[in-house]
């Protein structure tokens, strides 16, 4: 015997009806408790708790096209791995902000593939594993500072100064005229990092390096 159009259409509605119940159940439970803002309130650094893992916020742009709603375009870099995705949100969407402890330590020196921290509060002294600073390590210098970051007792991440004083151990010397014309040099600094430099720049010089673009920014 068939099943009319009518009937067909019925089954499906209550399938739908008991799908869209049991989603909304799940995103209850897994929602409840956790911290949770609007998309709209978004900010640069600003760390969430997304597809089990944890997303720093590195850029967004609020779009609100002629037609259709408005959204959310994101670009997200993962605390753990420094994996970068872009992501799309409906305007207003929810979702976790993460909840992060900040803690001060002082880089002592490098044991293996391990970074040896120590807190500046406790003096207790940690071991990181080198993924867990990713590209920042190019910077690190002993006695320096770092934001340590943790997530439930749990350290994720290290966060490196923005701007850094380096000395230049490596470079070409300028040739007569280059520091007339403007241009670029590379020049290897104390700690491994190659940067880009005024011809200027010497063997010896200490630099201020901007750490987020991995740019000179000035002589000291």
């Known amino acids: 015997m ?3 159009a009518l009937k067909l259409l019925q089954i499906f509605e209550v399938f739908y009806l008991y799908a869209t119940i049991v989603n909304k159940t799940d995103d209850y439970y897994y929602n409840k408790g956790k911290n949770m803002i609007s998309v709209n309130d978004f900010k640069t650094g600003l760390t969430l708790e997304l597809d089990n893992g944890l997303w720093s916020v590195v850029e967004f742009l609020h779009v609100k096209p002629g ?3 408005a959204f959310v375009r994101s ?6 791995t420094g994996q970068v995705v872009e992501k799309t949100f409906r305007a207003g969407e929810k979702v976790a902000k ?3 402890d900040r ?3 002082q880089y002592l020196y490098k044991e293996g593939a391990d970074y040896i921290m120590m807190d500046n509060e406790t003096y207790e ?13 190019k910077y690190l210098k002993e006695n320096m500072n770092v934001q340590v970051l943790l997530h439930d007792g749990r350290i994720i991440g290290v966060d490196i ?6 000395e230049v151990v490596d470079t070409p010397p300028a040739e007569k005229g280059n520091t007339a014309q403007g241009g670029s040099k590379p020049a290897t600094l104390e700690t491994g990092a190659v940067v880009n430099v005024p011809f200027f720049i010497s063997n010896g010089d200490i630099i201020r390096v901007d ?3 991995n740019e000179y920014l000035d002589r000291v």
């Open 75 to 80: 670009k997200l870099k993962n605390v753990e």
């Open 2 to 4: 068939l099943i009319s």
């Open 98 to 100: 993460a909840t992060l």
């Open 211 to 213: 750490t987020r673009s």
């Open 103 to 105: 803690r001060e330590m």
């Open 67 to 69: 037609k259709g709603a």
């Open 161 to 166: 100064p923005a701007h850094v004083e380096l």
């Open 125 to 137: 002294q940690l071991q990181i594993p080198e993924d867990h600073i990713g590209d920042g390590k």
